[in-house]
């Protein structure tokens, strides 16, 4: 069974090719001292119990919706075409919702969302800037016998775009614009990495008061679902901002919900107030 990575290296050769290093840092759109953060958790990203048990939590939640949305993408992109026999292949496309569908996934750290995308049929290519995170996540997607539809690299998104322009129907970026200084080029690089047509699914934290009680104080320090320093509040992303940053480089707007949770009852809903966290879907427009 070979590796999930690409064949050709490994996550540490990657780590002396790649554009990140300790001496281009500062050149590319990292904070490296986030990447060291989700570097040193690396050996919880598939425990249920760990530092990302609330992602395992969450995901079927995101998953589902980040399909609802490629399905309403490629159903509004077959509702554009102009003959019957494309229109034909668009629906059918539609339907199959991930399937079938070259899937990129920023920021994909152990692979959580990676995978369960490849499990619903999807090419998926994951790409993170933590050596450790990607081990972790190209060992489970090897034990999982993945390793066919999924695969990782050590990249940053920007650079990826340089190359891959165009090469991707869905792209996937769930709590990581937080992590960066610059997420404004995060979009534009998802948006440069899309097919037209493709969507483009996003997450990330509201910035508000609430946000910051419910998303740093009580995640963190109460409930301690997440390690405490997980956030930086100054670098939460209000709906406004990140819609902004979307239309900007040419997304068209498509649906946007807010993830909630009970702390009583330990239930994950979505609904439509955004306070504190929410995801995004928007869609890079037909050529």
């Known amino acids: ?39 040193n958790l690396a050996s919880e990203w598939w425990s249920n119990t760990g530092a990302f048990a609330t992602l395992h939590e969450i995901n079927p939640l995101r998953l589902n919706w980040i399909e609802e949305n490629v399905k309403r993408g490629y159903q509004n992109a077959a509702n554009n075409h102009d003959t019957n026999n494309n229109h034909d292949i668009a629906n059918k496309t539609a339907e199959q919702g991930l399937a079938g569908k070259k899937v990129l996934d ?33 060992l489970h997607a090897e034990q999982s016998q993945l390793d066919n539809t999924l695969r990782y690299q050590h990249i940053p998104v920007e650079e ?56 740093i104080v009580g995640a963190e320090y109460v409930l301690r679902l997440l390690d405490r320093g997980t956030h930086d509040y100054a670098k939460f992303i209000t709906p406004a901002e990140l819609d902004k940053m979307a239309l900007n480089t040419g997304f068209v707007r498509q649906d946007i919900i807010g993830l909630h949770y009970n702390p009583l009852t330990k239930r994950y809903w979505l609904a439509q107030n955004v306070d504190v966290n929410y995801m995004i879907a928007v869609q890079k427009p037909l050529a």
């Open 1 to 39: 069974m070979g590796s999930a990575l690409n064949s050709s290296s490994t996550p540490n050769d990657q780590n002396q090719n790649s554009a990140f290093n300790n001496t281009e840092a500062n050149t590319i759109n990292v904070d490296p001292s986030e990447v060291e953060k989700f570097n």
């Open 106 to 138: 920023v920021g994909c750290g152990g692979g959580i969302l990676s995978e369960s995308m490849a499990r619903r049929g999807a090419d998926v290519t994951g790409i993170d800037l933590g050596t450790e995170n990607l081990k972790a996540a190209a």
């Open 160 to 215: 990826l775009a340089k190359t891959q322009a165009g090469q991707f129907d869905v792209v996937t970026c769930m709590e990581m614009l937080e992590h960066v200084p610059d997420p404004s080029s995060i979009v534009q690089a998802c948006y440069d990495l899309l097919a037209p047509g493709g969507v483009c699914v996003l997450s990330t934290i509201n910035r508000n008061p609430k946000s910051y009680l419910f998303a």
